[in-house]
């Protein structure tokens, strides 16, 4: 499944509080989630490679799984 990282996430991750955590943490998380998530949903307690927790919203679109936000802890 393609994964969408919107310009609102790459914005946020030169954020401080979401620091050490990369898109290809994102697109780990998301690609992980089996099943179909017909709304938006957020998604609790993944860890980035850095080891920082992050938690993530998410919802299916006609073109694959859109991240609408990033939220690290």
Known sequence: MRIII???VRKRLRADRQAGITA?????AA???P???PA???FRGFSAAS?????FVAKDVEIGRLVITIIGK
Do not use: C, E, M, P
């Not at 290809?24 to 780990?28: F, H, Q, S, W």
């Not at 080891?51 to 938690?55: E, L, Y």
């Open 24 to 28: 290809a943490d994102i697109v780990g």
């Open 51 to 55: 080891g920082r927790v992050f938690d």
């Open 6 to 8: 919107t310009d609102h």
């Open 35 to 37: 099943g179909r998530i």
């Open 31 to 33: 690609a992980g989630l």
């Open 40 to 42: 938006a949903t957020r």
